[in-house]
Structure formats: C-alpha cells, structure tokens
C-alpha cells in the first residue's frame, strides 16, 4: 500500500472535512497546517516520506489561503534538493460559491506540485452535466483537475454536501490507485 498524505490548511472546518474524505479514499495520512501557516512536528518528514502528497486549501479570494501559502514558499527547502521529485500530487478546494474561482486554487496547487517535479493526478470523473442530474451527485462541480466542493458561507462543516464529500473519496481513492501504479 502507498504512503500517501493529505496536507491542507482549513480556515473553518470545511476543508477540514473535505480532507478527511479525501484520506478516507486514500487510505491516507492527514498532516492539518495550523493557524499560522506551520506544519506539526514531524510533518516535513512525513511529507518527505511519502508516495504522494494531496495538497488541500479553501479558495479565498481566488486563491490558497495564506497558511497554506507559507507552507508552499517553504517547500522551497525540499524543492531545492529535488526531493519531491517524481511524487504523486493532487489537489482539492472549497468554496462558498459554486465557481468562486476554485480553478485558480486547484491551478496554484498544480504548478507548486509541477515545480517539485511531480507526476500530477486529476479526478478522472465524467461530470454530472445532465438534465436529471442533482446538486448532491458525485462530481456535480464538473471538476477534472482536482475534487471541489462547494459550501455556503453560513453553513457549518457537518452540512457539507454528502455528494461533494462522496467526490472527495472517491478522489483520494484515484489517487491512491494512480500512486500504487506508479510506485511499483
């Protein structure tokens, strides 16, 4: 079995949750960034160690909260030495509205991986773009390039769409299965 990590920042709980999904398809470790911007004890080794690494932040204001934006200019460290090189990356967003502008995020979090020198991992899902298709369907948000999630801003992390969080596993699964493939 892959050694695959989720680090994601989460300002409310919402991407939290979205995270946990998304390990629960992986059969992943989560590593949460904190408050301020910082990694737990241990973290870096674990990212070092793994065999994929699914990056995770809400989109605020069209991009990566700047938690998680402190843990990419870190990453600078194990990027200078290459050695994140031929990882497995993927990425994952919420926001509030239904395109909020989560393509830039999921765009951000693309290239960092791309400058690691990563092998990058989309959802592989068909949308749910039918006339017959409801908002609480798997990959209704027609994501390709990460798993989305949509979350209104005065709803809690527990009313989270069981359709959007369904997308996240069913994400960290292809990820898991992609990273097995390529780690062999």
């Keep these: 079995m892959p050694n695959i990590v989720v680090v994601y920042h989460s300002g409310y709980g919402h991407t939290q949750r979205m995270a946990q999904a998304v390990a629960e398809g992986a059969g992943a470790q989560l590593i949460a960034i904190d408050a301020n911007g910082n990694l737990p004890e241990g973290g870096w080794d674990q990212l070092d160690a793994a065999d994929a690494i699914i990056m995770g932040s809400p989109t605020y204001m069209g991009g990566v909260s700047w938690q998680f934006k402190k843990f990419a200019d870190a990453s600078s460290k194990p990027w200078f030495v290459q050695r994140w090189k031929d990882k497995v990356f993927a990425g994952f967003t ?18 960092l991986a791309m400058q690691h020198g990563g092998i990058w991992v989309g959802t592989g899902m068909l949308p749910s773009n039918s006339k017959a298709a409801q908002r609480n369907d798997v990959n209704y948000l027609g994501s390709s390039v990460g798993a989305t999630a949509t979350t209104p801003s005065d709803a809690s992390a527990q009313e989270m769409l069981p359709g959007d969080l369904e997308t996240a596993r069913r994400f960290g699964q292809r990820v898991a299965e992609a990273t097995a493939r390529w780690a062999r």
Excluded: E, P, V
């Design 94 to 111: 919420n926001s509030a509205t239904m395109d909020g502008d989560k393509l830039s995020t999921l765009h951000y979090l693309f290239t």
